[in-house]
T-cell receptor
Framework: EDQVTQSPEALRLQEGESSSLNCSYT??????LFWYRQDPGKGPEFLFT???AGEEKEKERLKATLTKKESFLHITAPKPEDSATYLC???????????FGTGTRLTIIP | DAGVIQSPRHEVTEMGQEVTLRCKPISGHDYLFWYRQTMMRGLELLIYFNNNVPIDDSGMPEDRFSAKMPNASFSTLKIQPSEPRDSAVYFC???????????FGSGTRLTVV
């Protein structure tokens, strides 16, 4: 069974204080690893897809990296508007469904 | 495209009543997913469809839950009878085939009292 574990559950940072969120996963064969952002009262919003170990993707202050066992979402010099819950999910080869972690709730303090 | 559209946004009902949640996927997407989100368990897949056909309903909690997709532009998730433990946010999402990720709707917040 595919499993995704995210840590920490919650993270509070000062504005400009860089950090990383962790996503550990087990999957029978990785088709893709996904990062989503979710704001309160809204549905998850797609950020990145990573397909193979060593791959990196960037968007503004966010950079996602992937190894064979985990993914990191690095946030550089965050701003208050980066406050949200960040969700990680995996998709197995031959399957269309995503298995999600429970998320990291990120709060950036001005 | 207006994205994935869900209705209602909020639903408050009494225990034992029937509840129907609705979803309109993005035009051209051939996969539709129903997820439930709670604080304790996060996002859990309930059921998904491919070209209107249910593919995997192993996440449907029990017989009180049923889902249909009568055509490519509409799906329903029904709970009958509803119970307080069904209180959660229910999301619908749609996608194309392949590792492209989903587009989620805004969700329906269900409260059963």
């Amino acid at each position: 069974e595919d499993q995704v574990t995210q840590s920490p559950e919650a993270l509070r940072l000062q504005e400009g204080e860089s950090s990383s969120l962790n996503c550990s996963y087990t999957v029978s064969g990785l088709r893709g690893l996904f990062w989503y952002r979710q704001d309160p009262g809204k549905g998850p919003e797609f950020l990145f897809t990573l397909y193979s170990a060593g791959e990196e993707k960037e968007k503004e202050r966010l950079k996602a990296t992937l190894t064979k066992k985990e993914s990191f979402l690095h946030i550089t010099a965050p701003k208050p508007e980066d406050s949200a819950t960040y969700l990680c999910a995996v998709q197995a080869v031959g399957n269309e469904k995503l298995t999600f972690g429970t998320g990291t709730r990120l709060t950036i303090i001005p | 495209d207006a994205g994935v559209i869900q209705s209602p946004r909020h639903e408050v009902t009494e225990m034992g009543q029937e509840v129907t949640l609705r979803c309109k996927p993005i035009s051209g997407h051939d996969y539709l997913f129903w997820y439930r989100q709670t604080m304790m368990r996060g996002l859990e897949l309930l059921i998904y469809f491919n070209n209107n056909v249910p593919i995997d309903d192993s996440g449907m909690p029990e017989d009180r839950f049923s889902a249909k997709m009568p055509n490519a532009s509409f799906s329903t998730l029904k709970i009958q009878p509803s119970e307080p433990r069904d209180s959660a946010v229910y999301f619908c999402a749609s996608s194309l085939q392949g590792p492209y990720g989903y587009t989620f709707g805004s969700g329906t917040r269900l409260t059963v009292v």
